[in-house]
């Protein structure tokens, strides 16, 4: 029997025992409904965003044009200037053909959200995973050199935390063009250099003090080995925790810049509420008779946020044994 352990190749040993403890954390993240439902949202927009393409073509105003050669050729429906010119008068109310209507300029909201939503998963991911590579190197350098080095990204977070970000982004709209990508990377490296460093840091702290790295030293390891093979694989848990928080906060700052007017992103889901509050539709009486203008975005808006947030919250319970009620 121990021969046979013997033998048995270390990567199955590895899956076997992570299955063992997959299996562990989905019973105790089952127990969380709110995590359940996050979890259940996201996938629901992840499918809802991949099925643009596959839109009815009843609703896209699909043309077929024949070209010099005798060929067809397929012209879809474009959410950012497609028209409707079957509809005398936008926006027009949702119907069969527009599920969710159209906006003043006669484009089809339901595209837009569809198209809008793959690109509000690469934003939010992107910014995260950003924030969670700074935060974590940064982190756990400091944890384990201390000294100035710790002093001084210190402050720099203290820095960080002393600015609103969201102010700071409307100030850096007006000498740098926030597209998708740089407002990505931005909004991540803000959040990289902020409160995370902090909450990291403390946890590398915990790891330092363990045998191992004091086993890992004595046999001649480089620190970056220490670093980059002990101590961050330790707390890489609570950095993926803190990668589903960032998200919502990534997206929410991305809606917020869009309504302003302060991001140069061809669509998203804060545009598509932006142009209702430009065209005069919320205001007054508009806000409830034109509603299908700005419910369908914001709710996505705050389905989508809420859900990142209520996985992070169930994923931190599996994450942090203290929180376990069993």
Not at 1 to 18: D, G, S, V
Request: charged letters at 15%; proline letters at 6%; glycine letters at 8%.
């Amino acid at each position: 029997m121990i021969e046979a352990a013997i033998k048995e190749p270390i990567w199955k040993i590895r899956l076997k025992l992570w299955l063992r403890s997959f299996r562990t954390g989905w019973e105790l993240f089952r127990e969380r409904r709110l995590a359940v439902f996050g979890l259940g949202v996201i996938i629901f927009f992840a499918v809802f965003g991949l099925l643009y393409p596959l839109y009815p073509t009843v609703m896209k105003n699909i043309f077929w044009k024949d070209d010099p050669f005798g060929y067809s050729t397929f012209v879809p429906y474009d959410p950012i200037i497609g028209f409707d010119p079957d509809i005398m008068s936008h926006p027009s109310p949702p119907s069969l053909r527009h599920p969710l209507g159209t906006d003043p300029l006669g484009r089809d909201i339901l595209s837009m959200i569809m198209y809008s939503t793959p690109r509000e998963f690469v934003l939010g991911i992107t910014a995260a995973l950003i924030t969670v590579v700074i935060g974590t190197i940064i982190g756990a350098s400091c944890a384990y050199y201390g000294g100035v080095i710790d002093t001084f990204f210190m402050r720099l977070a203290d820095i960080v935390m002393l600015f609103p970000s969201l102010a700071l982004l409307m100030v850096l709209s007006a000498f740098i063009d926030l597209t998708l990508f740089r407002l990505a990377v931005i909004i991540g490296m803000l959040s990289g250099f902020g409160s995370i460093t902090l909450v990291l840091k403390a946890q590398a702290l915990t790891v330092k003090v363990r045998p191992f790295i004091e086993a890992a030293k004595s046999t001649g390891a480089s620190d970056a080995y220490i670093i980059f093979k002990h101590i961050i694989p330790n707390i890489l848990p609570l950095s993926f925790l803190y990668m589903m928080l960032n998200v919502t906060g990534a997206i929410f700052t991305e809606a917020t810049l869009s309504f302003l007017g302060l991001a140069n992103i061809r669509m998203s889901w804060g545009v598509v509420i932006q142009m209702a509050e430009s065209s005069g539709y919320l205001m007054g009486a508009s806000i409830g008779t034109y509603w299908w203008l700005w419910l369908p975005a914001g709710a996505c808006i705050t389905l989508l946020c809420s859900a990142f947030y209520f996985l992070g919250r169930g994923l931190e319970e599996i994450v942090n044994p203290r929180l376990r009620k069993r």
